[in-house]
């Protein structure tokens, strides 16, 4: 069987340190793996419509921008086909087929739904396509017979979702449809990073992001404001680094080189801690460490940023590309789904 990965992001705005460690990273690894034979980045346009009806023009601004992020984390359309969803009109036909197979009652027990709802404050008002969202993301997975999906760990109910989707309609219409499998960045600290304000999860909507995009100088001013342990008052107070995000970040980044590079008088990042934990160490220097380990990784990141920000008539040729590709390969998969439901009607003779 093909190995084939499926994943992608909301176009609602410029990518975050998040978006990076949760996904992004993880994506440009298995990419130059060399183990999977397709690779599919969807820039899930049509999903972002979903809770911005009334406001397309956000969501077209930043698909250029997100294109802009993926290619400078280092995806390659040499190796990895980047489209747009709401070009590869295939996958709406297939989310209205697979509608039919998912109770009301099982969407609303999603734990990622409800979690969206909340967040947006929906509870009253719940746009009929933002609902269903999970039901066109398995028709985005099984498009494209994807076996893994890169994500965070907030995904994994909808995947499960999608497995219980393609369990479903395999099992009325004959083996048709690839179930994928979930995979999770394997730095723990990457699962869900929090937001600069403490929050659990970093959102463009809350304003407690990081930018891949940021000037050093914003990056310099976030990290400077972040949460830290609120008990932490005093310099020789004992700290707490367990859900502290300057140490949840530096988790997530920190390299054992950047610290001969940047505070040479600790050894690591476990010396950093023991130090914090007792006291002694004030917040300022731990800060002002991790603003340097920051700097360094998305110091190469900004600057091929800028390089395709110079070419972008390549960055549209690429996503154009990709779009045939990618609509070209779900044509095929949605003619194998109406076939199994016998309802390609003047190709089998049924009618």
């Known amino acids: 069987m093909k190995q084939v990965i499926l994943t992608g992001d909301r176009p609602t705005g410029r990518l975050h340190v998040g978006h990076y460690v949760g996904s992004l990273k993880e994506r440009v690894r298995l990419q130059n793996s060399g183990k999977y034979d397709e690779i599919y980045i969807m820039i899930a346009d049509a ?4 809770d911005n009806a009334e406001h397309p023009e956000k969501v077209r601004q930043n698909i250029i921008q997100v294109a802009l992020d993926y290619l400078a984390c ?3 359309p040499a190796k990895s086909t980047i489209f747009i969803q709401s070009m590869v009109p295939e996958l709406t036909e297939l989310t209205f087929y697979y509608m039919n197979l998912v109770t009301v009652s099982r969407v609303q027990r999603n734990p990622t739904v409800k979690a969206e709802i909340q967040m947006r404050n929906f509870e009253a008002s719940i746009p009929v396509g933002f609902f269903c969202y999970p039901i066109s993301q398995a028709a985005d997975i099984t498009a494209f017979h994807a076996t893994s999906v890169p994500a965070g760990e907030d995904q994994m109910p909808m995947l499960e979702q999608c497995r219980e989707i393609v369990h479903k309609f395999n099992a009325v219409y004959g083996e048709t449809l690839t179930e994928p499998q979930i995979i999770l960045p394997g730095n723990q600290a990457c699962l869900r990073l929090p937001g600069i304000d403490g929050k659990a999860k970093m959102s463009k ?7 891949l995009s940021d000037e050093p100088e914003e990056i310099r001013k976030k ?3 972040m949460f830290t342990d609120p008990n932490h008052l005093r310099v020789e107070d004992p700290g707490k680094v367990e859900g502290n995000p300057v140490f949840v970040y530096l988790d ?3 390299k054992p080189e950047y610290f001969q590079e940047f505070l040479p008088e600790y050894s690591g990042l476990d010396e950093l801690k023991a130090h914090y934990q007792r006291g002694g160490l004030g917040d300022m220097k731990v800060k002002k460490f991790l603003n340097n ?4 990784e998305l110091r190469p990141i900004r600057e091929r940023r800028k390089d395709w920000e110079a070419r972008l008539p390549e960055v549209y040729e690429i996503l154009r590309a990709g779009c045939e590709k990618a609509e070209a390969v779900a044509a095929e998969t949605l003619r194998g789904v109406r076939h199994a ?3 390609d009607y003047f190709e089998n003779g049924t009618l």
């Not at 909507?205 to 930018?211: F, H, K, R, V």
């Open 205 to 211: 909507s809350l304003g407690n992001c990081i930018y």
């Open 223 to 225: 990290i400077m404001s």
């Open 293 to 296: 380990v920051m700097q360094a």
């Open 252 to 254: 997530a980044f920190c």
């Open 47 to 50: 999903q972002a419509l979903t």
């Open 341 to 343: 439901m016998q309802i």
């Open 74 to 76: 280092g995806l390659d």
